[in-house]
C-alpha cells in the first residue's frame, strides 16, 4: 500500500515536471518546437534489399543456434530477457531459422518500430513506443516528455562534446524507419547523442595506440559501434550478443558499411585467426570464451550486465577481467538490479578504479535513475 502511494506520487511530481515544459516559447527553435513533433516520427522506412548480407546473417545465426542449444546456461536468455524472448523474438526467431530473406528485408528495414529491437531504443515498452509516438497521434504530454528527454540528452552531449564536435558528427545511416529529432535543421536520430558519446570516449582513451581492440558485451543495434568506426580508423571492435540480436546488429553494420571487413559468426577463427585484419567481429555470447587473454585494450558494456542473473555477472567479469589488458568502461545500475554495479567483482589486484560518475542520460524521464559510468585502468 505505501509503496502504491509512494509510485503515485512520484507520478504526480513527474507530470507537472513534464507539463512545466512550455514549448511555444521555442517555437522558432527546430531543437526543441513541439509543433515538429510529428516530423520526428515520420515514415524513414529504409530500403536495402542486399540477399547477400541477408544469406550471411541467416547462415551465422542459424550455426549459432545450434551450439547455443548446448551452451553453458550463463549464455541463455535470462532474467529481465525471458518475458522479451517470449513476447516479442518469435516472429523475427521464424524468419531467421527459416532464412525468409523477403520477410527479413521488410522487418530489419523497420527494425526500430518492430518487436525485434524490444529492449535496444525507446521511451518505455514497444507498446508505448508504438501506441504514443509512431501511430501519428502524439499527445501534447507525450510530446513533452519525448522532448524533455531529447533536450537533456542534447544539453549532456554539448556540455561534453560541443566544443570538439558539431552537430554534423551525430548524422547516422538512417537504417530500420528510424526516428529523432532535428537540432539547426539536421535530423539527429534517437540514441545518437549517447552512442556517440561513447564511441567518442573510447576512441580518445585509446587515441596514442596505433592499432587497438574494442569489446562490447551486447552492442544493442550497432549504432555505438557505426560512432566508433567513424571516430576511429585503427580500431578492430567485437561485439558479443545474443543471437537474435546479433543477427540484427549484423544488419545494421554490413549496411552501413559496405567497404569494411566484417566478419560474422563462422567466418572467422578467434583463436587462431589475425583478428586484426578485421574492422569488426560479430559474435555470438557464448564465443567470449575464445577470446585470448590480455587481448582487449577496451571491453565496454551500458546496462546489460546489470540486466542479468548474478552468477552470468560473475562468468563475464570474470571473462572481461582476464581479456581487457589496458580499460573496463561500463555503464549499469547501482541499486535496482540483481547486482549493484558496484559489487561488479572486478579485479582490484589488475585494474584500479580511475572514475565512478552519475550518468544522467535518463535524468529527465526517471527522477529514481541509479546509473553510473566506471572506468578501471590496468595498473600496469
Known sequence: ?????????????FNLYVSSFDGSKYKNDPNYNLDLINDCFMNRKSQTIDFNIFERICRSYNMAKDVQ????????????????????????????NECDFQSMELIYNNFMREPCSVGLHGIGGY?????????????????????KDVVNRYNIWNAELGNSHNIDSLKGPLLGNTYGHFVDGIFVEGGSYYNHYYATKISQLL???????????????????????????????????????????????????????????GEVDLENDNLTNYDLILMPNFEIDKVRTNSIDLVFNSYSLAE???????????????ISNNY???????????????????NLDKFELMNRTEALWNKAINFSMDEFEFLYKARN
Open 69 to 96: 542449444e548446448r551452451a553453458n546456461s550463463v549464455y541463455q536468455v535470462g532474467n529481465e530477457w525471458v518475458p522479451i524472448y517470449k513476447r516479442y523474438m518469435g516472429d523475427i526467431m521464424r524468419v531467421l
Open 207 to 265: 587515441k596514442d595506440k596505433k592499432r587497438s581492440s574494442v569489446l562490447e558485451l551486447g552492442g544493442g543495434f550497432g549504432n555505438m559501434a557505426y560512432y566508433l568506426m567513424q571516430e576511429s580508423n585503427n580500431v578492430t571492435y567485437f561485439d558479443f550478443d545474443l543471437p537474435e540480436n546479433f543477427a540484427l546488429t549484423a544488419f545494421y553494420l554490413l549496411s552501413s558499411f559496405p567497404d569494411k571487413k566484417i566478419a560474422l559468426y
Open 328 to 346: 573496463i568502461y561500463h555503464l549499469n545500475h547501482t541499486k535496482y538490479s540483481t547486482m549493484s554495479a558496484d559489487d561488479f567483482p572486478i
Open 127 to 147: 507498446e508505448r513506443m508504438t501506441k504514443n509516438y509512431f501511430s501519428g497521434n502524439i499527445s501534447t504530454p507525450n510530446a513533452r516528455i519525448y522532448i
Open 1 to 13: 500500500m505505501i509503496g502504491r502511494i509512494k509510485y503515485a506520487i512520484l507520478r504526480r511530481i
Open 308 to 322: 542479468m542473473p548474478p552468477n552470468t555477472i560473475k562468468n563475464y567479469i570474470n571473462i572481461i577481467n582476464r
